[in-house]
């Protein structure tokens, strides 16, 4: 980070973290996150209003990364409870040799995992999101597309980590598993801001209007993508 000054203090669900800019001869805007910093690598040239519009466009990834790198710090701890559709579920371990989790009730139980063992139980958990991620979202998708001009493509699951879904431009849909920790609404929201996609894109009026039209409470739902969306990120 050499050549750089705090230039800016980002909010963040619980506080703040420092975002450092560094002006150095490049085509595209940079962003780093490292130790808790943010560091912004930008031309001499680049206007400090494109600066501000870059972090705002990039506020969840980069709250998702500053998040994830404190969890980092105590990557050994065992984690006790995992989010499905916005429900808090128990972690409990059950024995067994097979690695495997489902949810009872109000629990998720896993097998095949020693107490201890952080890394194997994430593993099954993430394995366990992406199974839910891969038989709700063609369901949601569906719904919602009944509404659209143009019917979207492929479904496939993503495991980006600066993005929460995309739209290419042939009208295939990426989501991202994680989405599966989250409420139902914001499933929803990010499925219906990939369709309107199909339509505009871009983020002009008119694609946020699209939004509107396929999700009118899209705002709460990007609301709490940015207060908690950080935290979906606990898994790999």
């Known amino acids: 980070m050499k050549n750089a000054s705090v230039w800016h203090r980002l909010p963040l669900p619980d ?10 001869a490049r085509q595209s805007i940079g962003i780093k996150v490292s130790g808790g910093v943010v560091e912004l690598i930008a031309a ?9 519009q870059v ?5 969840d990834w980069i709250v998702g990364h500053v998040l994830r790198q404190r969890s980092h710090l105590v990557a050994g701890e ?4 995992l989010a499905l559709l916005g429900e808090l579920l128990a972690i409990r371990l059950t024995g067994g040799a097979r690695k495997a ?3 009872e009730g109000g629990e998720l139980l896993v097998a095949g995992v020693a107490d201890g063992d952080a890394a194997a139980l994430k593993a099954v958990l ?4 992406k199974r839910e991620a891969a038989m709700l979202f063609p369901g949601r998708l569906s719904l919602l ?10 479904l496939q699951l ?12 042939d009208g295939r849909i990426r989501l991202n598993w994680r989405l599966a920790q989250a409420p139902l609404a914001v499933v929803d929201y990010v499925t219906a801001h990939e369709l309107a996609h199909l339509e505009h894109m871009n983020h002009s009026p008119a694609f946020w209007a699209e939004t509107e039209r396929l999700c009118p409470g899209w705002r709460d739902a990007r609301r709490w993508l940015r207060q908690h969306g950080g935290g979906l990120f606990v898994l790999d």
């Open 15 to 24: 506080g703040e973290v420092p975002v450092l800019l560094t002006r150095r």
């Open 55 to 59: 972090l705002q466009q990039r506020y």
């Open 44 to 52: 001499p040239g680049v206007s400090q209003q494109r600066l501000h």
């Open 145 to 154: 597309a009944a509404h659209c001009r143009r019917k979207p493509g492929s």
């Open 101 to 103: 989790a489902r949810r």
């Open 158 to 169: 993503s495991s980006a980590r600066t993005r929460w879904g995309s739209c290419s431009a």
């Open 78 to 81: 065992q984690l006790s409870s």
């Open 126 to 129: 993430a394995k366990f999101l």
